[in-house]
């Protein structure tokens, strides 16, 4: 076994092993489960004790698919007479269609019975439908963000990598979910084993839970002007009403002329044609993922019509918004 050697420090196994319940929801994502685990394993490897263990568990008991389409073979389903400390719930794409009162029935019990519960990734979902996020924060994957809202506007949501409120914990996935269970180890058995995993996993910084979940806008459009970085970012902040494009050249005290010059060195695109896709992907990802009728998918992107909307949406994708939404519904 790999012991510690960063510090003098001997990890106190008087602390009860922590027994945890891992929860796949269909088209989980690997990287979730994997972040999700994995520090836990290596906690149990590096420090030469069994400091937590766990179950897989599936809704049906039945082997789960992962957004991969590797399928994963549970211990138990959520019909489990099991006792844990905590049940991970992971889940990933189409989550906006699960809907299993069994499960919802189960995590509404976990508080009840002293279990803490955290949902990595899309599954704040699945929490927020059991009725386990009314008045509490939460935090999802950005892609997910605009659709969770819309969906459950009571709910406090904020851009956190993760937000740990009383007995619910909310992680936005990816990554973001070995700094939270890096925290979690961190609390239970000190910073010197959290570190070394942390290094194990080239890992080189663990993330404090309000670091941004995306790039800058310089690193995610890959350009450095700033005034169109702020012609872009007003356009990402006005998606339901657009800005006209004498609007937005004034707002950034460029003139229109400028403006189009600016977009096509940087970007080989006219300012409309760069808003009119950030409209678009936000409409796909609100079809995608809530229940939204085409109509109001259509407004809150800034269109009048469904009509005038699903002409534009078949030439921009190729596909009519209703497609598309049967697509996303079979898990596509």
Not at 118 to 128: D, K, Q
Not at 139 to 144: D, F, L, P
Not at 151 to 176: K, M, Q, R
Request: hydrophobic share 40%.
């Amino acid at each position: 076994m790999t012991t510690i050697t960063s510090e003098p420090k001997i990890i106190d196994i008087s602390i009860p092993q922590q027994r945890l319940g891992i929860l796949l929801l269909p088209q989980f994502s690997f990287i979730a489960l994997s972040a999700s685990i994995e520090p836990y394993r290596a906690a149990n490897d590096i420090s030469g004790e069994t400091l937590y263990s766990w179950t897989i568990i599936s809704a049906d008991g039945e082997p789960v698919r992962g957004s991969n389409g590797i399928p994963v073979v549970p211990q138990a389903s959520v019909t489990t007479e099991d006792k844990f400390d905590a049940v991970i719930v992971v889940a990933g794409g189409a989550v906006e269609n699960f809907h299993d009162p069994g499960t919802f029935a189960y995590l509404r019990r976990c508080p009840r019975m002293g279990t803490s519960v955290i949902a990595v990734s899309t599954a704040p979902y699945v929490l927020a439908r059991a009725g386990l996020l009314d008045d509490r924060r939460c935090t999802i994957h950005w892609e997910h963000m605009d659709a969770f809202k819309e969906d459950f506007p009571h709910v406090d949501v904020t851009d956190e990598l993760y937000e740990i409120d009383g007995p619910i914990t909310t992680c936005s996935g990816g990554t973001a979910g070995l700094d939270l269970m890096l925290h979690l180890i961190t609390e239970r058995h000190g910073h010197a084993l959290a570190a070394t995993i942390s290094e194990w996993f080239m890992h080189p910084k663990i993330r404090d839970r309000s670091e941004h979940q995306r790039m800058t806008l310089r690193q995610r459009v890959g350009v450095s002007h700033p005034k169109l970085l702020a012609a872009i970012e007003l356009m990402e902040d006005n998606l339901e009403a657009p800005l006209e494009r004498e609007d937005l050249a004034e707002a950034v005290n460029l003139s229109t002329r400028q403006l189009e010059r600016l977009f096509r060195k940087y970007l080989g695109s006219s300012p409309r044609k760069y808003y009119f896709g950030l409209r678009m992907l936000r409409a796909r990802a609100l079809l995608r993922q809530t229940t939204m009728s085409v109509l109001d998918v259509a407004l809150a992107c800034g269109f009048v019509s469904a009509s005038h909307f699903a002409k534009c949406y078949r030439e921009h994708f190729g596909d009519s918004p209703r497609s598309d939404r049967g697509l996303a519904k079979q898990g596509w």
